[in-house]
Antibody, heavy 125, light 108 residues
Framework: QVQLQESGPGLVKPSETLSLTCIVSGNSIRSGHYWGWIRQPPGKGLEWIGNIYHSGSTSYNPSLKSRVTISVDTSKNQFSLKLSSVTAADTAVYYC??????????????????WGQGTLVTVSS | EIVLTQSPDTLSLSPGERATLSCRASQSVSSSYLAWYQQKPGQAPRLLIYGASSRATGIPDRFSGSGSGTDFTLTISRLEPEDFAVYYCQQYGSSSWTFGQGTKVEIK
């Protein structure tokens, strides 16, 4: 059974960098799937942040692209999210998820079939 | 960016009734690359439908998806108590994936 687990600080100060890691079990991160991050502000809807392939190829939400870095560590079967210069608007539950689909000509097409339980990150001084 | 607008915002129904949820895209969704998710309070979303009409593994057949182009529908044929939740559509047919704002299905 595929399982994903987010970990990282629950509180980040404004202007600092949010860092989260997603550990994958039950599925090799080299399996051919893409791995993504999605967030959900309290009481609001879902926002796609970005995806990564085990090769390191990434795709990002244009609205966040200047602040986001997603990386992968295949030796530990995990991938990570960094979001810089955070503000209160970045307070959200952050989910990691597996994406089933494909990429071609630099564009990725996929839906999220397995999700982590989510972790709340609050941006506050 | 493709904007997805779901309607209604809230649907008040009784167990056993039929639920029809709509998801409209601001431009055509390539190859019907549209998914539906169910989210219950305090839980992660769960994939129900992908490719507009394909049920995900383990999803009961009372859930069905249809549509193409800019108009998509999720139908729950007979609501069970565990179906009362928030439902989101997601398009993945462009370089920037987007979600709808959600439809809450509540008990009448």
């Amino acid at each position: 059974q595929v399982q994903l687990q987010e970990s990282g600080p629950g509180l980040v100060k404004p202007s600092e960098t949010l860092s989260l890691t997603c550990i994958v079990s039950g599925n090799s991160i080299r399996s051919g799937h893409y791995w993504g991050w999605i967030r959900q502000p309290p009481g609001k809807g879902l926002e796609w942040i970005g995806n990564i392939y085990h090769s390191g190829s990434t795709s990002y939400n244009p609205s966040l692209k200047s602040r986001v870095t997603i990386s992968v560590d295949t030796s530990k079967n995990q991938f990570s999210l960094k979001l810089s210069s955070v503000t209160a608007a970045d307070t959200a539950v952050y989910y990691c998820a597996r994406s089933s689909g494909y990429c071609t000509d630099g564009v990725c097409y996929g839906y999220f079939d397995y999700w982590g339980q989510g972790t709340l990150v609050t941006v506050s001084s | 960016e493709i904007v997805l607008t779901q309607s209604p915002d809230t649907l008040s129904l009784s167990p056993g009734e039929r639920a029809t949820l709509s998801c409209r895209a601001s431009q055509s969704v390539s190859s019907s690359y549209l998914a539906w998710y169910q989210q219950k309070p305090g839980q992660a979303p769960r994939l129900l439908i992908y490719g507009a009409s394909s049920r995900a593994t383990g999803i009961p057949d009372r859930f069905s998806g249809s549509g193409s182009g800019t108009d998509f529908t999720l139908t729950i044929s007979r609501l069970e108590p565990e179906d009362f939740a928030v439902y989101y559509c997601q398009q993945y047919g462009s370089s920037s994936w987007t979600f709808g704002q959600g439809t809450k299905v509540e008990i009448k």
